[in-house]
């Protein structure tokens, strides 16, 4: 599960539970157009307990991607997916704001 809000060119996704790649497909598209569009997106995943790692490959193509609050667990499906070295991880929301 996942809620989306937008302000001040920012698109902060926030999300919850266990992540399917059906979710991180619709969570991709949604960042890709948000990126296209010059708005910084920050993926928090601080409540995310899993996800696809499958799926999370599909980050990797979206340039400036930012992922915030991972555990290590989900951090190594991440990495799993290929999305290591693609996506910026941060510790928390608002170090990811703040990252130049």
Known sequence: ????????????VRAQGELGR???VAIAALAATARRAQRMVVIDL?????LHYAGAAL?????????????RYVRD???AGGAAGYVELYS???EA???A
């Open 1 to 12: 599960m996942y809620d989306v809000r937008h302000a001040d060119g920012i698109t902060i």
């Open 22 to 24: 059906a979710e991180l």
């Open 46 to 50: 601080k409540k995310v307990t899993h």
């Open 59 to 71: 980050l990797k193509a979206i340039p400036g991607l930012r992922a915030a609050g991972a555990s």
């Open 77 to 79: 499906l991440v990495h």
């Open 92 to 94: 928390d929301v608002e």
């Open 97 to 99: 704001l703040c990252a």
